[in-house]
Every structure is written in structure tokens, then in C-alpha cells.
């Protein structure tokens, strides 16, 4: 007895030294022999570590951080490296879903022919190491070889000095080996619950296993249906104010619930309601594709709603990055209209004075002085209620902020000299111009001064118009002379309750405002002497070298692109990688299925037109979700690239058709090919 017992116990041993020797192998032959599904997600994992490793790379070098200007860069970055760890962790494990999916026939069997779950948990172990040591290896490798190609790119976008060493930073390394560990932890963990809760019956019959029909059909129909019009809503009712955001999280929310509830439940709703058609339903392949699409809806709903978020993702990101790239140079002018800007307070610099300093310095520098606009301001804080301007109230609604503006008032003099014209006014007359969207009355009523509005400008050089600038938009309002200016400034004093009246009224600024022609480099070198000449002027308040803002811009506005590429990148990573897993995991469920009509005699023709028809309606409806949702989309991308001081709407609107026209001819290639493979598959 203690014999046998001891041989049981050596055999035992022996057994499990086995299992840990062949364990290893069935899982490298199961990645092996189920190529067509692992290689895609390994060329996934592969692409994602790198993306990752070299995000981390350039925030971890010490270039980045040392760099002028390169500090919004860095800042995008650090937040763009947030978005892209949630974006990955989620993505692969949704891609994971779909492997484990496939092989559970394989699992079952594995089971049946006397491996405990506790081994084929062990065999999924070594599958995830493997896999986690392939994405590792591929990515770290390739973002080695072409990080210090991306970082220069980087620094090129951002206009940023690239004569730069660009070095392996292993804190970086050390992230990435984290991060990604952890995410194929996860994706073990996600495999290791569904083998361990489910039975061989069950996982012989999981690849075929029917999906259930969702219970109150319809009523999640209309709830899908209104989660969509209610994104819909808060997308194109969304202003450029402070609740942009905060919209934009509403509206995407809601369209994510409302796709996925339309497509699990309305697109079943559909199909019940085609089958409901004797005359359509009875016929060969209506009947197929029919009964195919109802078979398994609800699993297909999950696919094709990420497939229609995705491509929405992809769309928008290309959309924003093309118009940004395209319009970068008029949006960083339309921030800053003047090369310099000289503020002076009590003493005003006489115009004289700076037109001969300019003459001097353009002859030095050999540059041209395009404009030089000098002219006397006030600036007052006030809120209009149609044609009346009144006191701004402090403890207003944020609701209530776009109608609270600046308004400067400037003398026709002034105006005349700035824009070269020849405007005469009454004193009850007066020009105004609003930055944002048109003022529309006849009169204005400022603080009890009534004045007949002459003319409405249309342009203004310092202040560049936006109608749909709801948000930063500024007046300008043009009086007879200084005297109606004064009339107008102590109208305003006495309502906001201003005591020393004398000298409020010479607390204006005189601004000058300088515009060159030439290169960038003279342009520095020109205005750093300019404007040590004028601290040394009486009465300098401020001054802003709006050259180097620009800079500042360009280096924002190129970390945004940098990121938009990349993002546009993944995005369409996850789309075709769910498409591809998509159409072979259904594939393999159809194969049985058409083998039985060929059998009763259904001809090849009708089979690849049924098939047609299928594909059509799984990679139509997401299209058609994504253009809708784009569309839909635009209002609320329209104000958020307004809040990036963005008003070229006939730009985004050919970027929009451009890109929208591009991504369809790039699905429809990739319709085509994953028509022929899922026809190989059947076949």
C-alpha cells in the first residue's frame, strides 16, 4: 500500500513535469495554428508598446524640458500620454475578448481529452507571457530605432530647435515594461475567468453558441433613439463659452449610449420587421443574410458600434489635425495681428518720435515697416442688452458671459490714421465694430449717451472679426474727438461709481502697434532694439514682442498636431483590427452554416451574393453611423477649435469633405478585402 501510494506520488510528479514541459509548447502551437487571429493582435500589442514607449521617451529626456518653449509641448504630451494609456488598456482588452472567443472550441476539446482547467489556465499563462514578450520586444526595438525620428519631427511641428541629442532614457523603458504588463496581466485574468466559469459542453458550443434576444426591444429602441438626439442636441446647440466642455463630455456620452443601444436593439427591431415580409424574407439570400444577422445581433451590435465609434474617432481627429495644419499660420496672425505692441500711460510718446526710430532701424536691419499705428485708447469692461451698453454686474452667471465685452473707445482721428480713411462723424455720431458677431442696431445707448450708429465696420486691422467668436470677442466704438471720447468714459465712471473723475479720464493708454515685413530673425533683432528704446521713453506701461508669442503658439499648436497624428494613427489601428476580427470571427461561424446550403443545393453565385449583401449591411451601417455622427459632431468641433482662437469655418468645412470623402474610399478598400476573406473562409 505504501508502495502504491509512493508511485502514485512519483507518477504524479511525473506527470506534472510533464505538464510543465508540454504546457509551454501547446501554447506556442496554439499561437501558431491560430495565426490568423494572434498575429493581428500581436502586430497590435506591438504597435501600441511602441507608441506608448515613445510618448514616454520624450517626456522623460531632458531635451523636452529644457528647450524654450517647449514647455506647452510637454504639457500636451503628459496629457495626451493620459488619454493613450485609458485608449490602449481598453482597447486590448477588447481585442482579447475576440481570441478567447475563438478558442474556446479548442479549450472545450482540450478538456475532453483530459486537461483540467487549471492547465489549459496554465497554457493561456505561457500564451500571455509569449505574447507579452513579442508586443515588448517589436515595440521597445522599433520605438528604439524610431523615436529619435518622431522626437524630431516633434521638435519640427513645434518649431523648436533640432540640433539636439536625443538618448535611451530607461525610466521610460521601465514605464512601458509596468504599464504593459499589467494590461496583459489583465487580459490573462480576463481568458483565465471565462475558461474557469464555463463548461466543456459549453465551450465546445461557445464559438456557435446563438446570442439571445434583448429583452423590451423596443423600448430600448426609443431609449437609444433618444440618448442619440439628446447628444445630438447638446452637440449642435453648444456655444463657445464656458461650458464647451462640459457639452462636448455630455454629447459624447450620449451618442456612445445612444449607438450602441440603436444598434443592439434597433437594428434587431429592423430585421424581426424584414422577416415580418414573407416576400422578401423567403427569397434565397434575404433568407440567409436575414436569419445570419439575427443569429447573432446582439453580439454583432457590440462590433459594429465600436466600428461606428471608431471611425467617428478617426474622422474628427483627421478632421481637426487637417485644418489645423492648414490654417496654423492665419490662426497664429489672428492671435497676434501686430509684430510688437508698446503700451503708454500718463505720458503719451508722440507719434513723430516713433515713425523716425523705425526709419532708423528699418534702414539697419533692411526691413520694412508694413504698418506703425499709433493711437490713443480706453478700455472699458461693459455688458450689452441689445443696443444698450450697461454696468457689467460681478456676480453674474456664467450663462450670461458671452454678453459681457470689452469696449474701446477710439477717436476718428484715430481711426482714420489706423485704417487710412477719411470718416467724419457729429457729435451724435459714432462707428462701431464688435470682433465677434454683428451689432445689428441703429443706435446705441452707452450709459445714457444716445448716438446714432453711422456705419457698421465690417473689418477692423487690430481686432480681427469671428462671428461665431461668442467668447473673446471685443467693441470698438468710434466717437467725433476727444471731447464725445470724454463724454462717453465719464458717463461710464459715474454708473460704475468712479470718484476721482480727472484722473480716470487720463488713465487711458496711447498704443503703438508695429507690423514688418521680412524674416523672423531680423525681426527679433529689430524689435529687441525697438523696444529698448521705448522703456526708455517717459510713460512706458507694457510692451509684448509678439513675434516670440507666435512662437509660443507654433510650438502649442505643433505638440497638438504631433498628437493628432498619432492619435489618428491608433484610432484607426483599433477600427481595422476590430473590422478584421469582425468578418473572421463570423466567417468561421458561417462556414457550417453555408456548407449546409450548398448542400441542399444553394449555387456559388447565390452564395457570394448573399455574402455581398451581408458584408454590405455590417460595414454600411457603422459608415453611415460615423458620417451622422460627424455631421452631427461638427457644431461642437466648430467651438472647440474656437477656443483655440479657430474661425476659419470655410476650412474646416473642405477639411470636413475631404477627409469624410477619404476615410469612405479607405473603408470601401477595406470592405473589399474583407469580403474575399470572409468568402475564402466560407468557402
Known sequence: MKRGSKLSVEEAAGNRASAKKILPVMAWKGILRNGNV?????????????????????????????????????????????????????????????????RQKEFGLYHILGLEKKHIGSMLFFEAILLYAGAMAGGVILGMVLSKLLFLLLLRMCSLSVDVRFVFHPEAFRETVVYFLCVYGVNFLQGLVQVGKARPVELMS????????????????????????????????????????????????????????????????????????????????????????????????????????FSTMVIITLICTVSLYLGMDSLIHFVHPYDVKVLYGEEKIGTEAVEQEIAVLEEKYGLVADRVDVYDRITLAVRQERDRFGIRQENQSFSDHAEDYQLTVLTAQDYNRIEKQSVSLTEKEALIYCSGKDYGYDSVDFFGVKLQVKKELMDFFPYPKASD????????????????????????????????????????????????????????????????????QPGFYDMTNNVESRRDLETMYGALLFLGILFGLIFFMCLILIMYYKQITEGYEDRNNFDIMQKVGMSDREIRSTVGRQILMVFGLPLVGAVMHTTAGMFMVKGLMGALEFFRLDLLFFSTVGVIVAFVAVYGASYLMTAKTYYKIIK
Open 38 to 102: 494572434y498575429f493581428p493582435y500581436l502586430a497590435a500589442g506591438i504597435f501600441s508598446v511602441f507608441t506608448y514607449f515613445v510618448f514616454s521617451s520624450i517626456l522623460h529626456n531632458d531635451i523636452i524640458k529644457v528647450l524654450p518653449r517647449s514647455g506647452y509641448a510637454w504639457m500636451i504630451l503628459y496629457l495626451g500620454k493620459g488619454i493613450l494609456s485609458l485608449i490602449l488598456i481598453l482597447f486590448l482588452i477588447y481585442a482579447n475578448s475576440f481570441l478567447v472567443k475563438r
Open 206 to 309: 461557445g464559438s456557435k453558441k446563438g446570442e439571445k434576444e434583448p429583452r423590451f426591444l423596443w423600448l430600448y429602441a426609443l431609449m437609444g433613439v433618444a440618448a442619440l438626439v439628446f447628444g445630438y442636441y447638446c452637440s449642435i446647440t453648444s456655444q463657445l463659452d464656458s461650458m464647451i466642455f462640459t457639452n462636448f463630455v455630455l454629447a459624447v456620452f450620449w451618442v456612445i449610449v445612444g449607438t450602441y443601444l440603436l444598434f443592439a436593439s434597433g437594428s434587431i427591431a429592423f430585421l424581426k420587421w424584414m422577416k415580418g415580409r414573407k416576400k422578401v424574407y423567403y427569397k434565397p439570400g434575404n433568407f440567409i443574410t436575414i436569419s445570419g444577422m439575427l443569429y447573432r445581433m446582439k453580439k454583432s451590435a457590440a462590433g459594429l458600434s465600436n466600428i461606428c465609434i
Open 469 to 536: 467668436n461668442t467668447f473673446g470677442a471685443c467693441y470698438i466704438m468710434v466717437v467725433k474727438d476727444r471731447q464725445a471720447q470724454d463724454v462717453c468714459v465719464r458717463a461710464w465712471a459715474e454708473a460704475n461709481g468712479v470718484t476721482d473723475m480727472e484722473s480716470f479720464l487720463e488713465s487711458g493708454y496711447r498704443s503703438v502697434g508695429i507690423v514688418l515685413e521680412g524674416e523672423d530673425a531680423k525681426k527679433g533683432a529689430f524689435l529687441g532694439e525697438f523696444l529698448q528704446w521705448c522703456q526708455n
